[in-house]
Every structure is written in structure tokens, then in C-alpha cells.
């Protein structure tokens, strides 16, 4: 059973720019598209961005786009999220998942496995 297992959450200030990781643990996940997603206090979880794991595509929400950045270690079985320029509204907690839908990544429907979660926090 494969484990997704993020790090790198914390409390920033707007501007400022922070790298979450995900480990993959239990198996490969070569087979899987992916992606983050983020939830904030009240809200509905919603999609960040996602990576097929040969790193040919990649989408992200138009928030993000710019200044959040999805990549792979492949060595390492780990997929990252660079975010920059960081404001109050990115503020969520991050997830990590592997999805099985290339052709509708952003759906959290097709999310087969989730991390745990990590906080983001960005102080105005």
C-alpha cells in the first residue's frame, strides 16, 4: 500500500516563498498522476496542481500559476511544490495525491491516495 507523506508546511510572511514535498512510500508511484490540493478554514478542498510522473504535462489553477512550480525526484520517489510570492490566501492546509485520471486531474474524484496534509500559514 503506498503512503504519500508531506513535509515542509509553516508560517511565512506574504512575499515569501516555501517547498513542500512529498514522499512516497510502500511502492511505486510512477503509474500516477501527481497533484496538490489545498484546503482552507471553511472551504471546500479544491486543486493546486498536478504532474504527470514523466513530468510531460502539468496543470495548475490560475491562482497559483507563476509563482507555484510542480515538480519530481524521481530517485527519490517524491514529487515537490515550490510556492513563491506567497499571499494571506494561500493560507490551507496542502495535500498531496496521487490520481489515476489523466484526463481530469483536478477532480478530487479520481484521487486514489492522500498525504496527511500540511499546514501552510502566510501572514499578511
Known amino acids: 500500500q503506498v503512503q504519500l507523506v508531506e513535509s515542509g508546511g509553516g508560517l511565512v510572511q506574504a512575499g515569501e516563498g516555501l517547498r513542500l514535498s512529498c514522499a512516497a512510500s510502500g511502492g511505486t508511484v510512477s503509474g500516477y498522476i501527481m497533484a496538490w490540493f489545498r484546503q482552507a478554514p471553511g472551504k471546500e478542498r479544491e486543486f493546486v496542481a498536478a504532474?504527470?510522473?514523466?513530468?510531460?504535462?502539468?496543470w495548475y489553477t490560475d491562482s497559483v500559476k507563476g509563482r507555484f512550480t510542480i515538480s519530481r525526484d524521481y530517485a527519490k520517489n517524491m514529487v515537490s511544490l515550490q510556492m513563491s510570492s506567497l499571499k494571506p490566501e494561500d493560507t490551507a492546509v496542502y495535500y498531496c495525491?496521487?490520481?489515476?485520471?489523466?484526463?481530469?486531474?483536478?477532480?478530487?474524484?479520481?484521487?486514489?491516495?492522500w498525504g496527511q496534509g500540511t499546514q501552510v500559514t502566510v501572514s499578511s
Open positions: 495525491a496521487a490520481s489515476d485520471n489523466m484526463l481530469d486531474p483536478r477532480s478530487l474524484r479520481n484521487v486514489r491516495i
Open positions: 504532474s504527470k510522473w514523466s513530468g510531460s504535462i502539468t
